[in-house]
């Protein structure tokens, strides 16, 4: 089970993903560029500006890069 949102502030995007399950999962991450920044954290990176895999309780946290 993934649950993921969108936040946005002050012209800034952030895209939030949590694994809350023991199994990995891929999903699609909104349109755009996105550079990771949970990297300290160990959060999974997009593969591809479309998708990401995580493994069990794995994070993915990036933030839109301006057009």
């Known amino acids: 089970d993934v649950l993921s949102f969108t936040r946005e502030l002050n012209g800034e995007t952030i895209f ?3 694994n809350i399950s023991n199994d990995a999962a891929s999903i699609s ?4 560029k996105w550079a990771n920044i949970g990297k300290t954290l160990g959060a ?6 479309a998708n990401v895999d995580l493994a069990g309780w794995q994070v993915c946290l990036v933030r839109k890069l301006e057009d």
Request: aromatic share 8%; net charge negative; proline share 15%.
């Open 29 to 32: 991450i909104p349109s755009g």
């Open 16 to 18: 939030c993903a949590f």
């Open 44 to 49: 999974a990176e997009p593969t591809n500006n």
